[in-house]
């Protein structure tokens, strides 16, 4: 910071649009130096972070704001070995699953299987063609009737073409083992259809911990 304001200073005997660009970085820079807390506690630890949904992580950081989280003055005492694990666990953007029970219990209670309807619909696909005159090449183009199919909830959509499709939620949980290098690792659950029932042997979860497949073939929906 210190050496920045000696800086400033000697910019101020420049002129003109140079003088605006370099004084805009700068001004980022000292912005910059805002965004961390004024945290004064001396031993390892880590922070509690939690974003707009109520997911809480914890984080061995200081930064006000960090990957969509909110820092806040809870925290934890780390040792020396908790505090490598809490770097891999942020590195791999993991979440205690205890500690975000509720949320994740009514986000469960949200996700109800729904069937999703098969639709046609026309399209106008366009054919380039080229043609020369001399020097000159023009590009023009004829279109074409062209039939596609999505997928609808609506079951009244205009053009069903009476295919349908059961979509149902799976979620993932993980746990964290060495390997024989004494490296952290992530180990997946199976897909499930309640993550309570793996959380006691998959502490872990990711934001993403839920994805819909069709039913039928587990196929992943987009």
């Given at each position: 910071m210190k050496n920045l304001k000696l800086n400033l200073k000697k910019l101020l005997s420049l002129k003109g649009v140079a003088l605006v660009l370099v004084l805009t970085t700068a001004t980022t820079s000292l912005a910059g130096c805002s965004k961390k807390s004024d945290c004064s506690?001396?031993?390892?630890h880590a922070h509690k972070y939690v974003n707009d949904d109520g997911y809480i992580r914890y984080i061995d950081k200081e930064y006000i704001s960090y990957e969509g989280y909110?820092?806040?003055?809870?925290?934890?005492?780390l040792s020396e070995s908790e505090r490598e694990f809490y770097?891999?666990?942020?590195?791999?953007?993991?979440?205690?699953i205890d500690d975000n029970l509720d949320v994740i219990l009514s986000q469960q209670e949200k996700n109800c299987d729904y069937v999703e309807y098969r639709y046609s619909y026309t399209y106008m696909m366009p054919i380039p063609h080229t043609m020369r005159s001399g020097k000159s090449t023009i590009t023009y183009f004829t279109y074409i009737p062209t039939t596609h199919h999505s997928w609808t909830a609506d079951a009244n959509h205009s053009n069903l073409t009476g295919e349908q499709r059961m979509c149902h939620y799976v979620y993932t949980a993980y746990k964290v083992e060495k390997d024989e290098n004494g490296d952290y690792v992530l180990i997946p659950s199976e897909e499930v259809d309640d993550i309570m029932t793996v959380m006691n042997e998959y502490p872990y979860i990711k934001e993403d911990y839920y994805k819909v497949i069709n039913l039928e073939d587990g196929v992943v929906l987009d």
């Open positions: 506690i001396d031993i390892n909110t820092w806040t003055d809870d925290y934890i005492k770097k891999f666990f942020d590195k791999k953007n993991l979440l205690r």
